[in-house]
T-cell receptor, first 114, second 111 residues
Framework: NAGVMQNPRHLVRRRGQEARLRCSPM?????VYWYRQLPEEGLKFMVY????????ESGMPKERFSAEFPKEGPSILRIQQVVRGDSAAYFC????????????FGPGTRLTVT | QKEVEQNSGPLSVPEGAIASLNCTYS??????FFWYRQYSGKSPELIMS????GDKEDGRFTAQLNKASQYVSLLIRDSQPSDSATYLC???????????FGKGTKLSVKP
């Protein structure tokens, strides 16, 4: 399967725990984007990464959230000390070139904070 | 603040009819425009991209772009019940900007 892969598909965390979400881009794609979708709301951009570089993190909350895309391995979105308001669907997308190009989405990770 | 506006719907059309979905955007410098389909509980699926004024056709789908009016639309011909989904309009504003999504229009195609 050459599509964007995300895992886990569902993640349950208690308040105060850490959530770690993984994304492997489509084959041949080197640009990765993370989005968050709250129920009944639109997709909100969080961060744009290339290998070993954060290109734009203007949509990331200033605290508790971080993202990386190492030279080897998947991109990681990390949420520390989760709160109930972090419960959402987190989608990763990838593109062959920059953000003006077509982005293809993975299946998403549904995070539930109890 | 760059915005993308869509009528939330629901838009209900009978099977076989043409469904027309509309989107307006605030940034006059926007250069790339995309339509995504999202079924309930699933991830967005890219169905059309358009970059220049005019029409672009792909099967039953036609995207229309009018940059002067800051307006982009999606027409679905011969609508099928399987087309029932939320349709998201996304706009890329240029110069390191990021995709901005509208909240989507929910389409219901009645058999």
């Amino acid at each position: 399967n050459a599509g964007v892969m995300q895992n886990p598909r569902h993640l349950v965390r208690r308040r105060g725990q850490e959530a770690r979400l993984r994304c492997s881009p489509m084959k041949g794609h080197s640009h990765v984007y993370w989005y968050r979708q709250l129920p009944e709301e639109g997709l909100k951009f969080m961060v744009y990464l290339q290998k070993e570089n954060i290109i734009d993190e203007s949509g990331m909350p200033k605290e508790r959230f971080s993202a990386e895309f190492p030279k080897e391995g998947p991109s990681i979105l990390r949420i520390q000390q989760v709160v109930r308001g972090d419960s959402a669907a987190y989608f990763c997308a990838s593109s062959e070139a920059g953000s003006s190009y077509e982005q293809y989405f993975g299946p998403g990770t549904r995070l539930t904070v109890t | 603040q760059k915005e993308v506006e869509q009528n939330s719907g629901p838009l209900s059309v009978p099977e076989g009819a043409i469904a027309s979905l509309n989107c307006t955007y605030s940034d006059r410098g926007s250069q790339s425009f995309f339509w995504y389909r999202q079924y309930s509980g699933k991830s967005p699926e890219l169905i059309m991209s358009i970059y220049s004024n005019g029409d672009k056709e792909d099967g039953r789908f036609t995207a229309q772009l009018n940059k002067a009016s800051q307006y982009v639309s999606l027409l679905i011909r011969d609508s099928q019940p399987s087309d029932s989904a939320t349709y998201l309009c996304a706009v890329w504003g240029g110069s390191q900007g990021n995709l901005i999504f509208g909240k989507g229009t929910k389409l219901s195609v009645k058999p």
